[in-house]
């Protein structure tokens, strides 16, 4: 359990005042340039078709079968069947920032970005539905931390899985509270499908959903992970069997039955993980974050190793290789590619110095990055 004191708590809770002063603030600012002009909602406004979102801001990228999927800012998501040569744009019915996509099959895959959206697609990419916003998540989790903490009043939840204490969910209430009335400003930052039907979304302020039924219904996982402050919840990563958790101030969680339990995993550091990879025929574990901070398990997290490398650009993506090659990308134009026995790594600087958020690679030899500037194709350097 993290350490809970109430000089920890108020301060929480005065920070979450402060920002919902600053949001008051900008609104009011905002005013006469919005009464001067329409401004569509996001969540209802479809992305705008253009010749341009290939060289957009563009946050993840993932294969679904042979097609290549990237989504990004203003609900721009593109696909390729050649292997990213060239690109094209799906039809979107939101135009805020999407974050993650992922597919766990050839043709039905997620995408969460933004103000709580959650969107389908049941035709390999090319065109998607919305199967949730952040109205209808302030809801779900305000819903659930009523139900617990009137459970937990009544001593009768007899629920193991919580991690949390009835201090922690009383705070979590009013926390739920609070954001049902500041409306759908929390993001979604991860999305992963076992299958058809089961999947996991995690985002900021601790956002944690699940679906069992192909994302028709969403139910908030709140006080199943040890994190009654909300920390920003930022990658999800399978590893085998293993569902590995990584986020805010060194924050790392584990399942080993496909999340209906989670435990705590001890950090190796304090700063935030901006991603994880599991490497299974290797046995190998990654994760990595601000500064170039990257760390290497042999036991799925039980223990971890530091990776000495030659920069500390902060690395905000990572893919296997065909081969079992792991890579990664981040800030200024930075490629790690390791070696086989994943105790090494190569650096590359691309000479663009663009910051990338995500890469995987091609089927003809090629890597495919995204994130500033768009989609970037090239060879896959040579690995130790």
Same mark, same amino acid.
């Given at each position: ?15 979450? &005042? ?6 008051? %603030? ?5 005013? *006469?340039? =919005? ?8 969540? !209802?406004? &479809? ?62 895959? $997620?995408? !969460? ?37 009137? =459970? ?19 705070? %979590? ?10 409306? *759908?400003?929390? *993001? ?20 944690? %959903? ?7 219904? $969403? ?45 705590? %995993? ?55 290789? =065909? ?57 896959? *350097?040579?690995?130790?």
């Amino acid at each position: 359990m993290m350490l809970k004191s109430p000089f920890c708590r108020s301060r929480c809770t005065l920070w979450h &005042a402060l920002r919902l002063a600053h949001l008051a %603030l900008c609104c009011l600012l905002a005013a *006469p340039h =919005a009464m001067a002009q329409s401004i569509e909602d996001p969540l !209802v406004a &479809a992305a705008m078709p253009s010749s341009l979102t290939e060289h957009s801001l563009l946050l993840d990228v993932t294969r679904a079968g042979e097609r290549l999927i990237a989504v990004g800012e203003r609900g721009h998501i593109l696909y390729s069947d050649d292997e990213g040569k060239s690109w094209h744009q799906a039809l979107v019915p939101v135009r805020v920032t999407l974050t993650a996509v992922d597919f766990p099959t050839p043709r039905h895959g $997620w995408a !969460v970005g933004h103000e709580g959206v959650i969107l389908h697609s049941e035709d390999g990419g090319e065109s998607w539905t919305k199967q949730l916003d952040g109205h209808e998540v302030n809801r779900i989790v305000n819903e659930r931390a009523r139900s617990l903490l009137d =459970a937990a009043e009544a001593q009768a939840h007899g629920d193991e899985r919580l991690a949390v204490s009835l201090d922690d969910l009383v705070f %979590l209430y009013e926390e739920s509270e609070a954001f049902l009335d500041e409306g *759908p400003s929390r *993001p979604l930052l991860d999305v992963s499908f076992h299958d058809e039907r089961t999947g996991l979304a995690v985002g900021a302020f601790g956002l944690f %959903l699940e679906t069992r039924d192909g994302g028709n219904t $969403w139910q908030s996982l709140l006080g199943h992970l040890d994190n009654p402050y909300g920390l920003h919840l930022n990658h999800i990563a399978r590893f085998d069997d293993t569902l590995i958790i990584a986020g805010e101030a060194g924050s790392l969680f584990r399942s080993w039955d496909g999340g209906a339990h989670w435990e705590t %995993l001890s950090s190796p550091y304090e700063g935030s993980f901006f991603g994880a990879l599991g490497d299974p025929e290797g046995g190998q574990l990654f994760v990595f974050g601000l500064r170039g901070h990257l760390y290497r398990s042999v036991d799925k997290g039980d223990s971890w190793e530091p990776i000495r490398l030659d920069t500390d650009t902060t690395l905000t993506g990572a893919t296997l290789l =065909a081969d079992g090659t792991p890579l990664l990308v981040g800030y200024g134009g930075t490629i790690l590619t390791g070696s086989p026995a994943g105790n090494g790594f190569t650096l590359q600087m691309l000479a663009d110095r663009r910051a990338y958020s995500a890469v995987t690679g091609s089927n003809d030899g090629h890597l495919i990055l995204v994130g500033q500037g768009g989609v970037r194709r090239i060879p896959q *350097p040579a690995s130790l």
